[in-house]
DNA sequence: CCTTAAATACAGACTGGTTGGTATCTTTCA
DNA sequence: TGAAAGATACCAACCAGTCTGTATTTAAGG
């Protein structure tokens, strides 16, 4: 860890790394691995690095979900961007943004720290507040409860990839997310 | 915490109020909160006490979800038992269990402690393997995908109760039901 | 029935290791 | 040169787990 003095100072870069370092690590090992200790050794960093960037633990993790949700927001309002009818257009992009990242890489890069971050009381607030800020601002267009229903579906899809690597039964995306997609049309 | 000693000895009511502390920790305060100390304390038990019924902690964790899979599978099997028509008879009883249960706690025993055991490799593997299990068993009358469909929107649901009591929106869980089991027909 | 001894069910202090966090120093860059 | 970036050493708190001791049950023998 004493290389960081010879590398060139990227300061933005070190940052980014720690933070998804933790993502990473909550991903593969449970959020109990997310010690400050592992954080540090897996971005190439000493404590006093990190504690640099961050001024707590919890605030690095603050920043893990926060990244994650304003991420979420940006793909989702480009999915919507590309889709001319109003109505569900909140619900066909949610469930587009959701199944296909689940499609893309076989081990989701948010979904195990987005369940990780329900079991923290803390950020379940954070949590709830996003799905609660998307359902009113769409609720015009998307408030019908088969739409509901629709990314509820989406949810559980996510849920299960969560089980995927370790043996459990996985839906067969492309059909569901088709499924889903044509249930926003006919609503 | 002396008390013990006088009271009259019940081990099986020891050992199931050191399980049940544990899930209530776990749902109200985090798996995090979910320390050796603190579950005896709320148990009133001391920790020569918890150790003497559990060899580790991972031993009473995984007590916790054992018994919680167990409960779960009589009742979606009680639920079956009531039910005539073969097809769609499994996803019935799931969706039926899980958000009768939504809708009677508003706080459900489950919700947390389930997801808490998802963010915990070891005991993903053991959720994974109850999900593989049910469906193995009942995929001859339950694989229709969109009855696959319903049980992802129930789990979807599940998700959505825990981001309640912080201010995470709800649907109409009882219009819910009625269309999820209403699909079960018509598939 | 009463006594007694083994087994069970806990109490409570203690330990080695780990945790998040801090204080201080060194290097790099503008 | 001065401020930002990071290293190193250190700490108090806390963690899971162990050890030894004590009270209570249980069961056998008389």
Request: aromatic fraction near 4%; charge should be negative; glycine fraction near 6%.
């Given at each position: 860890m004493t290389t960081a003095y010879r590398r060139k100072k990227q300061p933005e870069l070190v940052r980014r790394t720690l933070l998804d370092c933790a993502a990473t690590l909550?991903?593969?090992?449970?959020?109990?691995?997310?010690?400050?200790?592992?954080?540090?050794?897996?971005?190439?960093?000493?404590?006093?690095?990190?504690f640099h960037h961050f001024a707590s633990?919890?605030?690095?993790?603050?920043?893990?979900?926060?990244?994650?949700?304003?991420?979420?927001?940006?793909?989702?309002?480009?999915?919507?961007?590309?889709?001319?009818?109003?109505?569900?257009?909140?619900?066909?992009?949610?469930?587009?943004?959701?199944?296909?990242?689940?499609?893309?890489?076989?081990?989701?890069?948010?979904?195990?720290?987005?369940?990780?971050?329900?079991?923290?009381?803390?950020?379940?607030r954070v949590t709830a507040d996003w799905f609660a800020r998307g359902l009113e601002r769409y609720r015009e267009t998307d408030g019908d409860p088969v739409l509901e229903m629709v990314r509820l579906a989406a949810d559980g899809a996510?849920?299960?990839?969560?089980?995927?690597?370790d043996g459990g039964p996985m839906p067969d995306l492309p059909a569901l997310r088709a499924r889903l997609l044509a249930m926003t049309h006919t609503a």
């Open positions: 909550a991903l593969e090992q449970g959020l109990a691995a997310v010690t400050v200790q592992a954080v540090c050794e897996a971005a190439g960093v000493t404590k006093g690095g990190l633990k919890q605030a690095l993790i603050d920043g893990v979900v926060a990244d994650l949700l304003e991420k979420l927001d940006a793909d989702i309002e480009a999915a919507m961007a590309k889709d001319p009818v109003p109505r569900g257009r909140f619900t066909r992009a949610y469930v587009t943004v959701t199944l296909d990242d689940l499609m893309l890489n076989q081990s989701s890069q948010w979904t195990a720290l987005y369940i990780s971050s329900l079991t923290e009381p803390s950020l379940r996510w849920l299960a990839a969560l089980l995927r690597d």
